[in-house]
């Protein structure tokens, strides 16, 4: 017997050898889309368009549950992508400053704070809570329940969805200030 092959036995070669390294790449693929973290999904899902169809906040982060105000600071303080879950309770923050972006921090059904958000950073979602800024937590002339500040530097998708602002000395609710 002869160790020379037909073109045909050639060809039939090549093609298994081509299909086996077909599967084998396909294989790899799934294997790495599994392991390989992608972008975090943006909060608008799949569609979304205009406002903060873009914004990620903590998607694809850690969960962190909380249920007294120094878990809250503590936990809206860390870094990296992270999404607060507020248990139902009063939470007295004075002003809860939010430094570092990829947040996502959702109140539960009658979680209320009493204070004041400060947004600071970018890639943040807030929802879900009562804030109730009081008069007693810092400047009345300029304290609002929630305030998004870009007067040091670009602030750029930041979602607010289903809050309640209340009792404010200012004007109570909103304030938007420099490059947001």
């Given at each position: 017997?002869?160790?020379?092959?037909?073109?045909?036995?050639?060809?039939?070669?090549?093609?298994?050898?081509?299909?086996?390294?077909?599967?084998?790449?396909?294989?790899?693929?799934?294997?790495?889309?599994?392991?390989?973290?992608?972008?975090?999904?943006?909060?608008?899902?799949?569609?979304?368009v205009?406002?903060?169809?873009?914004?990620t906040?903590?998607?694809?982060?850690?969960?962190?549950?909380?249920?007294?105000?120094?878990?809250?600071?503590?936990?809206?303080?860390?870094?990296?992508?992270?999404?607060?879950?507020?248990?139902?309770?009063?939470?007295?923050?004075?002003?809860?400053?939010?430094?570092?972006?990829?947040?996502?921090?959702?109140?539960?059904?009658?979680?209320?704070?009493?204070?004041?958000?400060?947004?600071?950073?970018?890639?943040?979602?807030?929802?879900?809570?009562?804030?109730?800024?009081?008069?007693?937590?810092?400047?009345?002339?300029?304290?609002?329940?929630?305030?998004?500040?870009?007067?040091?530097?670009?602030?750029s998708?930041?979602?607010?969805?289903?809050?309640?602002?209340?009792?404010?000395?200012?004007?109570?609710?909103?304030?938007?200030?420099?490059?947001?």
């Open positions: 017997m002869s160790d020379l092959q037909t073109p045909r036995q050639a060809e039939g070669a090549a093609a298994t050898s081509l299909l086996k390294l077909l599967v084998a790449l396909a294989a790899a693929a799934v294997i790495l889309a599994q392991v390989l973290p992608g972008p975090p999904p943006a909060v608008g899902g799949a569609g979304a205009g406002y903060g169809s873009e914004t906040g903590g998607a694809g982060g850690r969960v962190i549950s909380v249920s007294t105000a120094a878990q809250l600071s503590e936990a809206v303080s860390a870094s990296g992508p992270r999404v607060v879950q507020v248990a139902a309770g009063l939470y007295e923050v004075g002003q809860l400053r939010v430094k570092n972006p990829y947040l996502t921090l959702e109140g539960k059904p009658g979680a209320v704070l009493k204070g004041a958000i400060l947004i600071v950073t970018s890639q943040v979602v807030v929802r879900g809570l009562s804030v109730l800024s009081g008069d007693e937590n810092g400047d009345p002339a300029t304290l609002d329940a929630v305030t998004i500040n870009g007067m040091s530097g670009t602030v998708n930041v979602v607010l969805d289903h809050l309640t602002m209340l009792w404010g000395p200012d004007i109570g609710g909103l304030a938007i200030l420099g490059d947001v």
